[in-house]
């Protein structure tokens, strides 16, 4: 009941985890759908639908959540301390089940043939050089966190309300340099999702794991190199 739901948020607002969970599935529902297209298409409409999907969500949830909406960003703040670890796991948990259930829709919602291409991420070297793969994904990731901490983070920053749109950028550039060899994610969520509803989970952990590494290192670099210690780090969430 609610007692149990208070007991497990904690201080946590329920419209944090609900933005987390909303804004992961429609990017997956519409990301998703721009991958499916780009097989006919080509890379630019998985490239630029992806990330202006992106665009478009973080500034929706941000106001509420932070607009994380990728276990990348919010393993990065919570090894700065930005983000409580109770509030960190519950984002996590929020970010991926947003994902299953985006890619569950979109594979209701597409033609059968569809099915034949799941929206996992899947590209030339996917399956033969894993190494390679975490190479990609890990300094992909890692362009995309460094942007979020120099816009949304830094004070110094000089592009702090529009940090969604250099972030958007950010995957889009990435998924040009990445697509076509490992499909291009830069988010665990975006590959645990799919893999869950196509019951693909080769390789999965490869994505996984370079992700949160590349996202933790680019955290870690800009806190500790860039951001002035005297700097007030400004909306903390530390309730959880």
Request: glycine fraction near 12%.
């Amino acid at each position: 009941g609610q007692s149990a739901m208070a007991s497990l948020l904690g201080r946590i607002p329920v419209s944090c985890v609900v933005a987390e969970f909303v804004g992961v599935f429609l990017f997956q529902f519409i990301g998703g759908g721009a991958d499916a297209n780009s097989i006919s298409t080509g890379l630019a409409t998985a490239a630029i639908g992806n990330g202006l999907a992106f665009i478009v969500l973080v500034y929706a949830t941000s106001g509420t959540s932070g607009g994380h909406l990728n276990p990348a960003i919010s393993t990065a703040f919570v090894v700065t301390g930005r983000l409580g670890r109770r509030r960190y796991f519950i984002y996590i948990a929020a970010q991926v089940l947003g994902a299953i259930f985006g890619a569950l829709a979109l594979k209701l919602a597409l033609p059968p043939a569809m099915d034949e291409t799941p929206f996992i991420t899947t590209g030339s070297l996917t399956f033969t050089h894993p190494f390679q793969v975490f190479f990609l994904e890990f300094l992909c990731t890692f362009t995309l966190v460094f942007s979020v901490f120099a816009t949304a983070v830094d004070k110094a920053g000089v592009a702090k309300n529009a940090s969604p749109i250099a972030i958007g950028l950010a995957i889009i550039v990435g998924t040009f340099a990445e697509g076509p060899f490992t499909g291009g994610s830069m988010n665990p969520a975006r590959t645990l999702g799919p893999a869950f509803a196509f019951g693909m989970f080769r390789h999965v952990w490869v994505y996984v794991l370079a992700t949160m590494a590349g996202g933790a290192c680019a955290g870690l670099l800009y806190d500790k190199v860039f951001l002035s210690e005297s700097q007030d780090v400004g909306d903390i969430f530390k309730d959880g």
